[in-house]
């Protein structure tokens, strides 16, 4: 027989379903994404460490799992939602079902509760703090500790997610995902050097710097602009991460280090923390935006492209410095969605161009960075 469980809201909102992972107790900001595909890779974002994902389309999981297409080494995210998980996988690289998966790595997540409801209630109030339990059922008690729950602000995440040690990485991308006309020479040693700060990065991403004829070094996030440097790399590239970026001051810090000194693309939190070094602050944005199916004018070019997005903080477009340009907005609510140094080579987008299962409309962005370099 199916186990009961609950997704209870700061506001006092309390969502009964039934549970299709691991038994237990998770806490954390209630978000929603938009896309229709790709579950597998935003389990494994770990820019979703802290939060507990709503999925908006219907149903989830039709197509399965497989182990190539993860972008971390494990699910970082606290708890997962969906109307309906799929009894049935078909697809010819599945490897496991949805809910066999989340119990293997202990993921509480609940289906059979009205997502569009909570999706609703989310887009209204705002993102909340939320308590997803399979073991204490009572509303009033999970209510209170959704209360008491530590949200995002303030937190420093990054610290729980980033790796502790230097290594290279070499892997291409998958040939599921590949795309003609990407890659401009074979990574050998003559090839340019990319030191990637890793604040929890999607995989997909050193892939795609590896496909684009790249070496790449991943640093933890923590390193400092003299631990890069020695390295003496041909570019610095900021990852993506989860959570707040004003706690994450010691990568603002490392970045103001690099500033002028070598060419710089930032994407997500790494767009973020770029913005704070040149001193531009970020904000909390109500709900957020992600999902597959974003638009964001490229102000450069006028070209209007469909991105990925996962991010719930942005920068502040009247703390703007003189010495940044806005190349990229938000067409859904003008936020400012890419930016470049007027002076220095960096550059950085807020959304995600490596972004598998898709869309595809901003791998541009990874040429850029490698004509910046090789100029």
Request: proline share 5%.
């Amino acid at each position: 027989m199916p186990s009961t469980a609950k997704l209870a809201l700061e506001d006092g909102a309390v969502f009964t379903g039934v549970s299709i992972g691991a038994d237990g107790e998770v806490d954390g900001e209630v978000c929603f994404n938009t896309s229709m595909t790709g579950y597998q890779e935003i389990l494994t974002d770990p820019s979703y460490c802290g939060q507990i994902v709503t999925m908006t389309y219907p149903q989830i999981g039709n197509y399965g799992v497989n182990a190539e297409d993860v972008e971390s080494e494990k699910p970082h995210l606290r708890g997962f939602v969906v109307r309906e998980h799929s009894r049935i996988q078909s697809n010819f690289r599945c490897e496991s079902s949805l809910s066999e998966y989340l119990k293997q790595h202990n993921i509480v997540a609940i289906e059979s509760i009205d997502t569009r409801a909570l999706v609703r209630r989310l887009r209204s109030q705002g993102s909340m703090r939320g308590v997803l339990s399979t073991t204490d059922l009572d509303d009033a008690s999970l209510v209170a500790r959704a209360k008491a729950s530590p949200g995002l602000v303030g937190r420093d995440l990054v610290r729980e997610v980033a790796p502790q040690q230097a290594a290279a990485w070499s892997e291409p991308l998958s040939t599921w995902t590949r795309l003609d006309g990407l890659q401009h020479s074979s990574a050998d040693d003559s090839a340019p050097h990319v030191a990637a700060l890793d604040f929890g990065m999607k995989w997909n991403i050193p892939r795609h710097l590896v496909n684009m004829g790249c070496r790449v070094t991943i640093l933890p996030g923590s390193a400092t602009a003299a631990d890069v440097l020695a390295l003496n790399p041909d570019g610095v590239f900021l990852s993506n991460g989860p959570g707040d970026p004003e706690p994450v001051a010691y990568a603002v810090e490392t970045i103001r280090g690099l500033l002028g000194k070598k060419p710089i693309f930032g994407i997500c939190l790494g767009h973020q923390l770029l913005s704070l070094a040149c001193g531009a602050k970020t904000f909390k944005m109500k709900f957020g935006h992600r999902g597959a199916n974003q638009p964001v004018q490229d102000l450069t070019t006028g070209k209007v492209e469909i991105t990925s997005q996962n991010h719930g903080f942005a920068v502040d477009a009247d703390s703007l410095p003189a010495d940044l340009e806005v190349t990229h907005l938000s067409l859904n609510d003008q936020t400012i969605e890419g930016v470049q140094h007027r002076s220095a080579p960096a550059f950085s987008v807020q959304y995600h161009p490596e972004a598998s299962a898709g869309p595809h409309d901003s791998h541009y962005l990874f040429d850029r960075f490698w004509r910046m370099i090789k100029n």
